[in-house]
């Protein structure tokens, strides 16, 4: 790889991520790597009073240690604010995590994922301020947002005031595994959950007088899939994906406790995907309608039918941007000095970039090595680690 003239301290990038790696932060549970990050930073020469929480967590309905990290570094010459972000937080199944190096990876002892999603990110951004103090390099106002929650819902981004990012006007956020692959536009999910009340009965005595709830949730998945609304959506006004995550009964339960009994009560929770959100909401539409219609088919003796609660959310909108968009091609540009070709993505998952793109800050999501995330063989390739920093001061300190 040709690279121009960057001074990064390849090690002590990598020390960086060993260190932040080794830092337990699941979701909701960042405080520690959030002390963690503020404590490199200052040692990197940023200003404790450029340190600071939002009260994002105020606002997330679920339980959430602190807010939004926020960063604010003084351009040393003039231009427009830039972005950068990632997410501090790592999902359940990286607790305990042991990094160790091997050769030009790192990876954990086998019993825990690793964390380099997006512990990548968070080293990179920190990698990125120490580099442009260290070797005083020009650079217009940079923000760095280090988010809470990505991982259960990206609540972070989505409950961010965008009044706390300074007036950025393009954001690249660290989330990926190579750097030549940008992330430039992710579908909209909209979840759906659905509970079902019953009535129980003796299975072989009076099975006439209950009402499955069970059956009913059954007999709606059915019609979901007979009518093409199920798995991978291809219809002639649109395409996504659908799916039934979970069916139990109440608190993680299973649905019913015993073969003789009919099901009282069962609960169902799922999601439709699309590049166009009116899209899955009719996904979503299709789920509704059946589990109407699974409600009539089912009756005791006496007619009654089940109590079916549908109800239903917008997880996150999509996004895609243009390759003329100014951030799209500040990244090609800095790839092209880097002597890499870009590849341009449309993720079927959500990002932060997602929401911050919603919140007015067109943004492109670009990589640092993370693999086989969410499982046990996960890894860090730190050929890619080094080619995402490089990409990063780069487009920190590239001329308009």
């Known amino acids: 790889m040709k690279s121009p003239a960057i001074p990064l301290d390849v090690e002590a990038a990598v020390d960086h991520l060993m260190r932040f790696l080794a830092v337990e932060g699941v979701t909701g549970q960042e405080a520690n790597i959030a002390a963690a990050v503020s404590d490199a930073l200052k040692k990197a020469g940023v200003p404790a009073e450029a340190i600071r929480f939002d009260d994002v967590n105020t606002r997330i309905p679920l339980p959430t240690e ?5 960063v604010d570094l003084p351009g040393t010459r003039p231009g427009p604010r830039l972005l950068f972000s990632t997410h501090l937080d790592t999902v359940p199944l990286c607790a305990g995590a042991k990094p160790r190096r091997e050769g030009d990876r790192i990876v954990s ?22 580099t442009l103090i260290k070797n005083k390099l020009p650079h217009p106002p940079i923000t760095l947002l280090f988010t809470v929650r990505e991982e259960s819902g990206l609540h972070g981004a ?42 129980a009965s003796h299975a072989g005595v009076a099975p006439d007088k209950g009402i499955s709830a069970t059956l009913v949730g059954a007999l709606a998945l059915a019609e979901v899939k007979a009518e093409g609304w199920f ?20 608190d993680g339960k299973a649905a019913g406790d015993a073969t003789n009994v009919v099901t009282d009560y069962a609960f169902l929770k799922g999601e439709a995907r699309s590049p166009e959100l009116s899209f899955a909401s009719k ?8 589990f109407a219609k699974a409600k009539a088919a089912v009756t005791d003796h006496a007619g009654d039918t089940a109590d079916v609660a549908f109800r239903r959310a917008v997880s996150y909108p999509p996004f895609e941007l243009g390759q003329d968009t100014a951030v799209v091609k ?9 002597g890499i070709e870009p590849t341009y993505l449309f993720s079927n998952g959500g990002l932060d970039a ?13 990589g640092a090595g993370q693999a086989e995330i969410h499982t046990i063989k ?7 680690y080094e080619k995402g920093c490089r990409l990063g001061v780069l487009m920190a300190t590239l001329d308009e």
């Open 330 to 338: 500040r990244a090609a540009k800095a790839l092209a000095l880097l």
């Open 231 to 250: 798995g991978k959506v291809v219809k002639d006004d649109g395409r996504g994906t659908s799916n039934i995550g979970i069916f139990g009964g109440k």
């Open 354 to 366: 997602n929401w911050l793109d919603k919140h007015g800050v067109p943004t492109i999501t670009i």
């Open 378 to 384: 996960e890894y860090v390739n730190l050929s890619e």
């Open 158 to 199: 989505r409950e961010l005031n965008p009044a706390d990012l300074g007036g950025a006007v393009m954001c690249v956020n660290v989330d990926g595994q190579l750097a030549s692959e940008l992330i430039v536009g992710a579908v909209g999910q909209e979840n759906w959950e659905v509970e079902i009340k019953g009535r």
């Open 109 to 130: 002892d086998g019993t825990t994922a690793l964390g380099g999603d997006a512990r990548t990110g968070v080293a990179l951004l920190v990698v990125l301020a120490e």
């Open 66 to 70: 602190t807010g939004n990290l926020i």
């Open 283 to 290: 996904i979503v539409d299709a789920y509704e309608a059946a």
